[in-house]
């Protein structure tokens, strides 16, 4: 049967592996498909899309150029192979593609190309994709860029589920874990398989991840998330008319998850594992590997620590509960069988070694990223979301944001305070678009003590000022993210005439996405002390605030689905230049961005409440 699940409640959708050009063969099993179980709602290709013989491009382009019919709405992720350059730069020109285009570029009726990265939503679904391979060259097409990543990590940063992520290549280590029989023969990570989606895998934590390249078809057994309640499911998929007959085509048909339950999200099938990328850093030490418990509940990992330290009266032979430690909550609760110690769950969110926590040393030394020394009370922080332990083996845990980072992109830095310092937004809207951010690690502004508030309201109101002086308008707005990212209030001035349209196109856009805002009516003083006597961290909030002092804010549910971006995007519309909502099309140069900082300082000059 090929249909993957009964559930017809969801869309219909039908996944292929590597295309290679071969558009006849795939289209005529589609329709036959189509026929016998379908309608479908729509073809996702991952793998090489594009031809990879000469033969077969004159076939490929009777459907590019129209000749040919393509009778299911078809989006593709492998841009690269024989025709590529030709057809995708044609595309890309097409005045019809300028804009904010996540959901594909068209290439010809019923074909879309998903080009670089990005998240969008189709038939209910949200679909998060990375285009093109790993590449450290300039290619224009194939490749992803470092940009194209980073726009991904910041999808994992937004509330909701991701239902499915669509990569070209499988994740390196996605058969760890696995039941050895299900595995095809011949699978390795040595080719077709890329680090950089395990740990975007392993962040973003969809539902499904589909995959080709790989030359075979593979359905992984479902596996938990270490902080998510759902399972992910895994489907590489065998490239179309390949020689040993394997599967290219399958089926599913997912109920969106922003339409379920917390008990449906919830519900784990009896086979599920481990998750594959858990403790990606330790599996080559033997020392660190820990053991499977025997009951249902086989997604927790218990260490154990009969020769932990003794502190705080710890006794010798205490067990403690991993699960509590690194996301602050067990589901067992009462009737868990090992210690929910909050003081280790305290080290842990100030940034130090788990095993450190829980054994007292940490093997690997020099090359852990994390503290080997407890933290007192504000001594530090954690630069990562709480439990994501150490499923980033390959990225920096140093934030960007922060002043004492190697990582800081100090040329934007505009002026430095006490606790908050300015800079220029990278890849800005528009002139003057800067960022607010706390010189501290800190996940939001709003729960900062309250000599920090009062030193945002002094840049607050110098950039109000100067932004009056250029006959603009400040409009500020910060999205909080409860997984815990580097806080930042950007400001962004738009011109005075246009200012009273403000509050109605971000309740436009807000219906949009099927919610209403709360406005709170204040003068600009009054705004934020009554924001922050209503902010909740267990929620993650968007808030913006508007000329005048009306603030909108609106509190994001747990399965609601909500755009880091949203906030940019809207002010884009308003502005006319939605090209722009993207920052990736918004980049400068190194050196183009030092002389936009420095002409910004100088302007600023006379209203930096430093100076």
Same mark, same amino acid.
């Given at each position: ?48 899309? !594009?031809?990879?013989? =000469? ?9 590019? +150029? ?6 299911? =709405? ?10 590529? =350059? ?23 009726? $019923? ?64 058969? $760890? ?17 890329? @680090? ?42 065998? =490239? ?10 399958? %089926? ?26 858990? !403790?990606? +850093? ?5 020392? +660190? ?8 509940? @086989? ?79 504000? *001594? ?74 009062? +030193?945002?309201?002094?840049?607050? $109101? ?9 006959? *603009? ?61 209503? !902010? ?35 002010? %884009? ?30 302007? !600023? ?7």
């Amino acid at each position: 049967m090929l249909l993957a699940h009964s559930l017809m409640a969801g869309p219909r959708i039908l996944l292929c592996g590597d295309v290679l050009g071969r558009l006849n063969q795939l289209f005529k099993r589609v329709q036959s498909v189509n026929k016998s179980a379908g309608p479908f709602d729509a073809l996702l290709c991952v793998g090489q899309f !594009f031809p990879d013989s =000469p033969e077969l491009l004159e076939e490929f382009m009777d459907y590019i +150029e129209g000749s040919s019919q393509i009778s299911l =709405p078809t989006y593709f992720i492998g841009d690269y192979g024989i025709g590529a =350059p030709k057809v995708l730069s044609a595309a890309s020109k097409n005045l019809a593609h300028l804009g904010f285009k996540m959901d594909g570029l068209k290439i010809c009726e $019923n074909l879309y190309w998903l080009k670089g990265s990005g998240n969008f939503t189709l038939h209910g679904l949200s679909v998060a994709y990375l285009s093109g391979r790993e590449s450290s060259g300039a290619q224009q097409f194939g490749t992803y860029s470092q940009d194209d990543v980073g726009a991904l990590r910041a999808l994992a940063d937004e509330s909701g589920i991701v239902d499915l992520f669509l990569t070209n290549e499988w994740s390196s280590g996605i058969t $760890n874990r696995a039941a050895v029989s299900d595995v095809p023969a011949g699978i390795s990570d040595s080719s077709g398989s890329d @680090s950089t989606v395990s740990e975007l895998v392993a962040e973003i934590k969809p539902r499904y991840h589909i995959a080709g390249t790989k030359g075979a078809f593979y359905a992984r057994e479902p596996y938990s998330n270490i902080d998510a309640l759902h399972v992910t499911r895994f489907f590489g998929l065998a =490239p179309v008319g390949n020689k040993n007959k394997q599967k290219f085509l399958h %089926a599913i048909s997912p109920t969106p998850a922003s339409t379920m339950s917390r008990a449906e999200i919830s519900t784990k099938p009896s086979n599920t594992t481990l998750s594959p990328y858990m !403790f990606a +850093e330790q599996a080559a030490n033997p020392k +660190e590997a820990t053991k499977r418990t025997s009951d249902s509940d @086989s997604q927790y990992w218990r260490y154990d620590v009969s020769q932990k330290r003794k502190r705080h009266g710890d006794g010798d032979g205490d067990k403690l509960c991993f699960k509590y430690i690194s996301s602050g909550s067990c589901p067992r609760g009462e009737k868990c069988h090992f210690k929910h110690d909050m003081d280790s769950r305290e080290q842990c969110l100030r940034g130090v070694c788990l095993d450190f926590i829980i054994k007292g040393n940490c093997e690997r030394g020099s090359e852990c990223n994390y503290k080997h020394s407890l933290q007192s009370e504000g *001594e530090g922080y954690s630069h990562r979301r709480p439990g994501a332990e150490n499923t980033n083996a390959g990225r920096s845990r140093e934030c960007w944001f922060c002043l004492s980072s190697a990582n800081v992109e100090s040329h934007l830095i505009i002026s430095i305070g006490e606790s908050y310092y300015c800079a220029l937004a990278k890849g800005p809207l528009v002139e003057d678009h800067v960022l607010l951010m706390p010189i501290e690690h800190s996940p939001n502004t709003l729960s900062l003590p309250p000599e920090c508030e009062d +030193e945002l309201g002094r840049y607050r $109101n110098s950039l109000s000022m100067y932004y009056k002086n250029r006959g *603009e308008e400040a409009v500020f707005f910060e999205w909080v993210s409860k997984c815990g990212t580097h806080a930042n209030i950007q400001a962004v001035p738009v011109p005075s005439p246009r200012t009273a349209a403000l509050q109605d196109i971000f309740n436009m856009a807000a219906k949009k996405l099927g919610f209403e805002f709360v406005a709170l009516q204040s003068n600009n003083s009054a705004g934020r002390p009554l924001l922050r006597t209503q !902010f909740d961290k267990n929620f993650s909030l968007f808030y913006v605030e508007l000329p005048g002092g009306t603030i909108l804010s609106h509190l994001v549910e747990e399965n609601e689905k909500f755009p880091a971006q949203f906030g940019r995007e809207v002010l %884009a519309g308003l502005l006319k230049m939605p090209d722009r909502a993207d920052w990736r099309n918004c980049k400068l140069d190194k050196e183009e961005e030092t002389k936009m900082a420095e002409d910004f300082k100088s302007r !600023f000059k006379g209203f930096d409440p430093t100076q």
